[in-house]
């Protein structure tokens, strides 16, 4: 009887400790949870912030729990090419966060986080499509890109609105061009690289031309008003030259035309086989015959007659001797 008795007591300790442990269960910080009593929601917990986190109870093997994330999700996206309004194409990299903000609708439009993630990346390629398409490559680039990615989120949490979700946060990570099209466009950006250097070349050599047709025009009127100038000065010394001359064979003109005549006998008999043809009475050996440059007087001339031959012996003597002179 006794043990009978223990045997029940233990037995419906048992019980009472499986009844317990399935009946209670605890809602953290950073979860909210649904209680279903038979598919139908009798409570949502920690949602709304007015329930607190902490423990709960169910009516065990009747009701059931649901918890989901109260915290920010992260929703990865493929690659996806994207055409703009100027007709390129581009290669968008994006992700998201999202938070769930009505666990129930959550729970009655998906259900899990997977099939929520399904629709998200659904939602948000078709909101990266429709705004994208409408602008440009540099404005996605460059100019407008926060402001696209703000209209992105927008456009993305009306729709994300009927599941309970809100995206917290959507970036575009990377704005590229397919790995063919830049290559086409490496090459236009070098050809049009190419056509701007040679154009600055071809203007830096029409400049290099203009200046040294200048300098050429100024070196020919440089040397020409040297040339000038050196005739005047070349002039200007001849004519002083000729008055310092003319002036000293007035002061004595003796001692200029012994002078000039030296001058002459230097510049006419330079070196040691220097041979001129001239009779031995020109002028220009007068100092030879006489110091003071005198003339030698005419020889007089007698009756017409047989020659004498003593007259002509010392003719003779005489050419001789002016010739050894």
């Keep these: 009887m006794k043990q009978a ?3 029940g007591l233990i037995a419906i ?17 950073m979860q ?12 949502v917990l920690n949602a709304t912030g007015e329930e607190k986190p902490g423990l709960y109870f169910k009516i065990p093997f009747m009701e059931n729990v649901v918890l989901f994330d109260k915290r920010v999700l992260d929703l990865d996206l493929p690659v996806q090419t994207v055409l703009t309004a100027d007709r390129q194409n581009l290669e968008v990299d994006a992700f998201a966060r ?14 899990n986080i997977g ?44 729709q994300a609105k009927a599941l309970g979700i809100e995206i917290v946060d959507l970036r575009m990570t990377r704005v590229d061009l397919p790995a063919q099209n830049s290559a086409a466009v490496y090459r236009r950006m070098k050809t049009e690289r190419e056509r701007e250097a040679a154009d600055i070349r071809a203007n830096g050599d029409q400049i290099a031309a203009t200046i040294r047709a200048k300098a050429d025009r100024e070196v020919t009127v440089i040397l020409a008003d040297a040339t000038q100038t050196s005739e005047q000065l070349r002039g200007q010394g001849d004519a002083d030259k000729n008055r310092i001359l003319a002036e000293a064979f007035g002061k004595d003109a003796d001692f200029f035309s012994f002078y000039r005549s030296m001058q002459a006998y230097e510049s006419g008999l330079k070196g040691s086989d220097t041979r ?7 002028d220009f050996f007068r100092y030879f015959s006489d ?8 020889a007089a001339r007698g009756p017409r007659g047989p020659a004498d031959p003593s007259a002509a012996t010392g003719s003779t003597t005489g050419s001789a001797a002016g010739t050894a002179r």
């Design 98 to 111: 999202y938070r769930i903000l009505d666990p129930l609708r959550f729970y009655q439009a998906v259900g």
């Design 32 to 43: 909210q949870a649904l209680v279903l009593q038979f598919g139908r929601v009798r409570a």
């Design 5 to 7: 008795l223990r045997t």
């Design 13 to 29: 300790a048992a019980i009472v400790a499986i009844g317990l442990y399935a009946s209670i269960f605890t809602v953290g910080q």
């Design 276 to 282: 001129l043809v001239i009779s031995p009475t020109s």
């Design 115 to 158: 099939l929520a993630n399904q629709r998200l990346a659904s939602f948000t390629n078709s909101g990266l499509r429709n705004v994208l398409a409408r602008s440009t490559r540099d404005a996605i680039v460059k100019t407008d890109r926060g402001q696209l990615m703000h209209q992105i989120q927008e456009d993305v949490n009306r």
């Design 291 to 298: 110091p003071q440059g005198r003339p030698p007087a005419p």
